[in-house]
């Protein structure tokens, strides 16, 4: 048996790209708090009582559950941030006004999300909590796009959808739960013969809701998207409010944005718009987010609430290269001036890696392209040599 092998899925993050990602995941969060982002950091282990209120079917099924030998009560390890720090907005900082909160860490997938994702991804993000206006819309899609630029990102693009534009017709035709599980189902799979088959066979659906249903796959791509949409589904007061939130957005977007009214991802957790970022270097979305007004009343405080998240492995794939430090060798010697100039360098941000009897024939694995050495009675920066191979 290999006992360092890791399941699958599951992998260890090396020296260079755990850098990478950390420099990136420092840049994010600094941002975030000069946005005005509080940092909180969840448990990765809750009562699944607490960890999956209000997040639908999908994420119950994406999570590791397990028995608390203390309670005797079923726990899980979080598949997604995002509820938890709903919860910490409803019940512990119990504000009344606007919360902007900010966080980091792993989750943890039962399955992987597609064929080459982890399931360990690295998740950081954004929520704000309190405003049900387009303009805290507007904030996180402005925050995630400023975030994608800090990282050096290219060809960043997004695509947005609206849940209650589907809502809306499903209740306009008092359609029952079964058929728009149904309905549902053919949207997210784009599959429009069985989208057809189900409104053909649908009693007591009227002409304008057939129309306005098989019509939802057609509404994808610009801006003109939404002018359509505007003239061919009914006049309903959800779907207007829809269209004119996205149409504030797209106005306000500062990258490319299209539309797509029939995506319906976290359609039972969702509120509202949904959105997932994209760049070159990246296969799927990089970020996702969305408006999720019905969570914080699923934990018992009705609390608008709209965010993102980013996939920081992912990020990294696809960020601007990141210069790595260059590193400093310091000999093994105990000399008081050596030990000021590397405390020096240190704290400019140098990095001094202090070598150990013994393992001067290693040195090549350090990394280091100077080192200290004592000159005229100073210590100075010179260029390291490699060492010549011992016989």
Known sequence: MRNWLLPEYIEDILPAEAARIERLRRRVLDLFEVWGYELVMPPLLEYVESLLTGTGHDLD????????????????????????????????????????????????????????ATREPLQIGAEVYGHEGVESDLEVQQLLCAALEACGVRGARMDVGHVAVFRALVARARIGAE??????????????????????????????????????????????????AARRLPKLPPVTLALATLKRLAKASTIPMSFDLSELRGYHYHSGIVFDAYCEGVAGPVARGGRYDEVGKAFGRSRPATGFSIDLRELAG??????????????????????????????????????????????????????????????????????????
Not at 366 to 375: I, N, P
Request: aromatic share 4%; charged share 25%.
């Open 61 to 116: 099924l994406r999570t590791f559950k397990l028995v608390d030998q203390l309670s005797g009560r079923m726990m899980g390890v979080r598949a997604d941030i995002t509820p938890q720090v709903a919860r910490i907005d409803a019940h512990l900082l119990n504000r009344a006004g606007v919360t902007r909160l900010a966080y980091s860490g792993s989750v943890l997938h039962t399955r992987p999300q597609t064929p080459a």
């Open 179 to 228: 058929l728009e599980a149904e309905l549902f189902e053919a949207l997210q799979k784009k599959d429009i013969p069985s989208l057809r088959e189900l409104i053909r066979g649908a009693r007591g659906l009227d002409a304008v809701s057939r129309e306005a249903l098989l019509l939802l796959p057609q509404l994808y791509g610009g801006a003109e998207v939404l002018a359509l």
């Open 318 to 391: 696809a960020a601007a290269p990141v210069k790595p430090r260059e590193r400093i060798l310091a000999p093994a010697v105990r000399d008081a001036r050596l030990a000021k100039k590397v405390a020096a360098l240190r704290a400019r941000g140098v990095v001094v890696v202090e070598e150990l009897p013994g393992h001067e024939k290693f040195r090549s694995e350090l990394g280091c392209t100077r080192r200290l050495a004592k000159q005229d009675g100073a210590w100075v920066l010179v260029p390291l040599t490699p060492q010549p191979p011992k016989r």
